[in-house]
């Protein structure tokens, strides 16, 4: 059913060798390949046929889905429209993420909408990584969203992950916080040559003490270039902070902007924000220990981004 090129791509979006146990659902080249539920995870086609539409029964604990994409169909533009309704008092996980092989001159992409409803109580954790690779030359294009709505003392955590090879991608992350919820995004983006970025967040506090941290790591090479912009608004009595470090080397470009609006006198909202290159103390230290300057600057990253 998956070929090698399946299988590598299947690798690095979402650590699997093969098809996963538990409940998943793998589309390729904008069709269903496969699918599985559990007792307590199930996934279905939505009415519109536009994605999926995945219910996690209240109760549910260490359980998984996996839900990964990969494109190696030159023209193809795929979008979906996927949902998740997470059943109170749930503790879950789900993997997502897109891989793109791209073989010739023609271009490939995906749009990719992730809408979240995590009940109350609820905790869930969400992995999406998005990889490109391949000898063709056609344009790879990686548009994800997420919409989240945490319930009542909900908690979300979610690691995005851009980790190289797609030309041109555009993220938007949109949250609203309910009573007591708290949401932790981490978001890491590497690019080069002719690469471009763009980050769009924004966070809403809507509930009596909700918690949100953002935080958000670049590195830029080559003639790329990074934007990332976080607002964070807050109506009620509650703590967020944005943080976003960028590492530019070569000729990169970033524009950074993080905002906080307090609509709520007992709001307590911070950011902290820099740009840079690597520290030449930092490349001295490793290379008198006998690595070599490609290798100094790759472990670095690495670490920066981890």
């Known amino acids: 059913m998956l070929d090698a090129l399946d299988k590598g791509l299947l690798k690095a979006v979402a650590d699997l060798e093969d098809i996963p146990e538990g409940a998943y659902n793998i ?18 086609s939505n009415e519109e046929g536009t994605g999926i539409m995945v219910t996690i029964a209240p109760g549910t604990v260490k359980e998984s889905v996996h839900i990964p994409v990969i494109l190696s169909q030159a023209g193809l533009y795929d979008v979906v429209y996927n949902t998740f309704i997470v059943g109170a008092a749930s503790d ?7 891989g793109i092989h791209c073989g010739g001159p023609a271009p490939e992409g995906h749009e990719g909408i992730h809408e979240f409803r995590v009940g109350k109580g609820a905790r869930v954790k969400y992995i999406e990584k998005h990889y490109a690779t391949g000898p063709g030359s056609g344009k790879r294009t990686l548009n994800p969203t997420t919409k989240v709505f945490l319930a009542e003392n909900a908690q979300a955590e979610m ?13 938007l992350n949109e949250a609203t ?13 590497m690019t080069d040559g002719d690469q471009k970025a763009v980050s769009r967040n924004e966070i809403v506090l809507a509930g009596d003490n909700s918690r949100s941290n953002m935080v958000s790591r670049s590195v830029i090479k080559g003639n790329s270039r990074q934007n990332f912009y976080a607002t964070m608004v807050a109506r009620a009595k509650c703590f967020g902070h944005i943080e976003c470090d960028a590492i530019i080397m070569d000729n990169g470009a970033n524009e950074t902007i993080p905002a906080l609006k307090a609509e709520h006198p007992d709001a307590e909202l911070s950011h902290e924000a820099s740009i840079g290159k690597i520290a030449g ?3 001295t230290k490793l290379m008198s220990l006998g690595l070599t300057y490609e290798e100094t600057v790759n472990r670095i990253i690495q670490g920066f981004l981890r």
């Open 27 to 44: 589309r390729k080249n904008g069709r269903l390949l496969s699918r599985a539920t559990s007792a307590n995870i199930n996934i279905e």
């Open 92 to 98: 879950v996980t789900i993997i997502a993420g897109c």
């Open 159 to 171: 690691e995005l992950t851009q980790i190289g090879g797609v030309d041109d991608a555009n993220r």
């Open 177 to 189: 916080l309910g009573p007591g919820s708290m949401l932790l995004i981490t978001e890491r983006v």
């Open 281 to 283: 103390d930092q490349l």
